[in-house]
């Protein structure tokens, strides 16, 4: 990941806070990868992440999470979600 420019301050979050990041949103590649605010920049260097791609913070992540759990469609709960 490259370093968070300047002028997109960083939200002032719980190191717990909940973070998806959907890549390739709505194609067929899409990938979604969930964690915690704190770990945000690991998630992305581990996952190899590449634009294009959405971070999502905040509850909303647990809603898709739960979502997805209860139907077994990890991918498309998020997409909901948002």
């Known amino acids: 990941m490259r370093r968070w420019p300047n002028r997109y301050p960083l939200p002032r979050a719980a190191p717990?806070?909940?973070v998806a990041v959907?890549?390739?949103?709505?194609?067929?590649?899409?990938?979604v990868v969930t964690g915690r605010i704190d770990?945000?920049?690991?998630?992305?260097?581990?996952?190899?992440i590449a634009a294009p791609a959405l971070?999502?913070?905040?509850?909303?992540?647990?809603?898709g999470a739960a979502a997805a759990q209860?139907?077994?469609?990890?991918?498309?709960?998020?997409?909901?979600?948002i």
């Open 16 to 18: 717990a806070t909940p």
């Open 22 to 31: 959907i890549e390739n949103g709505t194609l067929p590649a899409q990938r």
């Open 39 to 48: 770990d945000l920049g690991r998630l992305m260097r581990e996952h190899a």
């Open 55 to 63: 971070i999502v913070i905040g509850e909303v992540v647990r809603h």
């Open 70 to 81: 209860s139907d077994g469609t990890e991918i498309n709960a998020l997409r909901l979600a």
